[in-house]
């Protein structure tokens, strides 16, 4: 067994997130499959910002710069489903 990974296997993972959290500008190389379990949240592409909350499902196509998190009065959790990797631009060694 081993946990969540940054390399070309299935990566799942529940992610809590505070109120006003959120990720920085990161793509994945295989996409995102993001179930939100809690809360309330919000995923950002494209200068385009969806809110999502318990139930929402969101797929994030494979190497789309987004952002997600937990709005500013409430904390957000969420299933995350990827492969591939995933990638900060900017801090590639």
Same mark, same amino acid.
């Given at each position: 067994?081993?946990?969540?990974?940054n390399s070309d296997?299935?990566d799942?993972? /529940?992610?809590?997130v505070?109120p006003?959290?959120e990720t920085?500008?990161?793509l @994945?190389?295989? +996409?995102?499959?993001?179930? &939100?379990?809690?809360?309330?949240?919000?995923?950002?592409?494209n200068d385009d910002?969806?809110? /999502?909350e318990?139930?929402d499902?969101v797929i994030?196509?494979p190497?789309?710069? @987004?952002v997600? +998190?937990?709005?500013?009065? &409430?904390?957000?959790a969420?299933l995350?489903?990827?492969?591939g990797?995933?990638r900060?631009?900017g801090t590639?060694a």
């Amino acid at each position: 067994m081993w946990g969540p990974a940054n390399s070309d296997s299935l990566d799942v993972a /529940i992610v809590s997130v505070r109120p006003g959290g959120e990720t920085s500008p990161h793509l @994945h190389i295989g +996409g995102q499959v993001i179930v &939100a379990t809690a809360g309330r949240g919000f995923v950002e592409a494209n200068d385009d910002r969806i809110m /999502i909350e318990a139930g929402d499902v969101v797929i994030c196509p494979p190497g789309e710069l @987004h952002v997600h +998190g937990a709005l500013a009065d &409430a904390s957000f959790a969420h299933l995350t489903i990827t492969t591939g990797g995933y990638r900060f631009p900017g801090t590639e060694a």
